[in-house]
């Protein structure tokens, strides 16, 4: 068995695999190092081999190459597919990379579609507690009913939050909740159908309600005696707000109106959005803008079908300009429920303006899309999101909310600064 790799750049997986294997029918490739495959992530490739003993894989989208590989382990199947070979080759010195650490550490969980059954909901908050803030770009729940949320509610305090008591300037005592601080936004299930709305929930805006509770447990805001305190964020219209953390600033953007339409109404948020980040140019501090948005842009969209120009936002031109002009945006959407598996991958660095676009997949089985013959079933599998931003580096690694395990095609290392690129380890 002979397995050869063209790499295109340095750290990244990107690249075409080439595998000579005789008698086989199948293999699955996967990053290991000299002991065998790293356990805690999944395969990269799954490549069938033709009757001449040859598969090739063309590897794209800017994955990164974990810093603890250096080998590829490739496992091949048989003709009788009852015996495997297996082989490592080794990664060459020219494509390891140093790991760095520091920076803020996001856990993005989107489409989570809360329903009734709140076991793999509470199963994947459990696994996100040592972020500095989780984010929630949309449809967190199903239907958008007040069970809904207050179901959510009490998932998020089994599983995030420690309670504390507060008194209160009445001399009443209540419930707060301190743990890591939790983002969230919009999505078009979390407003009610129309035809499934009860009398007596008609035009009720329940995730408006949910994000008020949230701010407030968290300590973001509260109200004393009638009278809203605001500590630490700026509230926009609609719903829309921002929170400085260190060298990243969390915005949400409210784009789901009544009738679940992606609507941002009268333009109000964009209007906002471009007098925030205009005055926050002279803050030094601020590096980065981390805009979660439920709809992704039309020409960031992973999903985009070829030959049709219709973006899932009303003022999707109007919101795009602005993140060109202003830079330094890191925009989280959701929506799609496509796998971070997806071959062409479901993040894009804008250089020209240093933008980075992530698209999340769902807590959910996700969707892979056709193009590829073989596709393991675990790259189906619901995952979240582990983000560490820094100024020099943004790290992406996708977990499976099943096992925790790491998804090979869904880690990314982004460099923004030519001076910042990899070292060679």
């Known amino acids: 068995?002979?397995?050869?790799?063209?790499?295109?750049?340095?750290?990244?997986?990107?690249?075409?695999?080439?595998?000579?294997?005789?008698?086989?029918?199948?293999?699955?490739?996967?990053?290991?190092?000299?002991?065998?495959a790293l356990e805690d992530w999944t395969a990269f490739a799954c490549?069938?081999?033709?009757?001449?003993g040859r598969g090739e894989f063309h590897f794209q989208g800017g994955r990164a190459i974990p810093p603890e590989a250096t080998h590829i382990h490739v496992r091949a199947a048989k003709d009788d597919l009852t015996h495997f070979e297996e082989k490592l080759f080794p990664i060459p010195n020219t494509q390891k990379i140093s790991s760095q650490g520091g920076g803020y550490r996001f856990a993005v969980m989107s489409d989570i579609h809360l329903s009734s059954k709140p076991g793999l909901v509470k199963r994947a908050l459990a696994g996100v507690r040592e972020a500095d803030a989780l984010l929630l770009p949309g449809d967190l729940t199903n239907d958008g009913t007040k069970g809904q949320f207050e179901l959510l509610k009490e998932c998020i305090q089994d599983t995030v939050f420690r309670r504390s008591q507060f008194q209160n300037t009445g001399g009443h005592s209540r419930e707060t909740l301190h743990g890591m601080k939790i983002f969230p936004v919009c999505g078009n299930h979390d407003r009610m159908a129309f035809s499934m709305q009860a009398s007596e929930e008609k035009g009720q805006n329940h995730y408006a309600r949910f994000q008020e509770w949230l701010f407030d447990r968290m300590g973001i805001h509260t109200s004393d005696g009638g009278e809203k305190r605001i500590v630490g964020y700026t509230q926009g219209p609609d719903g829309s707000y921002a929170f400085p953390m260190g060298q990243v600033e969390i915005i949400g953007l409210q784009a789901?109106?009544?009738?679940?339409?992606?609507?941002?109404?009268?333009?109000?948020?964009?209007?906002?959005?471009?007098q925030h980040l205009s005055g926050n140019q002279n803050i030094r501090e601020i590096r980065w803008h981390l805009i979660l948005c439920h709809a992704p842009l039309l020409h960031h969209s992973p999903k985009q079908e070829v030959g049709k120009n219709n973006p899932y936002l009303n003022r999707d031109r109007k919101l795009q300009e602005i993140i060109d002009r202003h830079g330094n945006v890191i925009f989280i959407s959701g929506h799609t429920h496509l796998s971070m598996n997806h071959p062409e991958g479901c993040v894009e660095w804008d250089e020209k303006h240093g933008n980075l676009y992530i698209n999340d997949g769902s807590v959910r089985p996700t969707d892979l899309l056709p193009g590829e013959p073989m596709q393991p079933k675990e790259w189906k599998e619901g995952t979240w999101l582990d983000i560490t931003v820094c100024d020099r580096k943004v790290e992406i690694i996708t977990r499976s909310v099943k096992d925790g395990r790491r998804h090979a095609r869904g880690y990314y290392h982004i460099y923004p600064h030519a001076d910042s690129q990899p070292k060679q380890s």
């Open 47 to 52: 490549i069938p081999i033709d009757a001449c």
């Open 256 to 274: 789901v109106a009544e009738q679940r339409k992606f609507l941002f109404e009268e333009g109000r948020q964009l209007d906002w959005l471009d």
């Open 1 to 36: 068995m002979k397995l050869k790799v063209h790499f295109i750049s340095l750290g990244l997986a990107d690249g075409r695999y080439s595998l000579r294997a005789p008698n086989c029918a199948a293999a699955l490739l996967s990053w290991a190092d000299s002991e065998g």
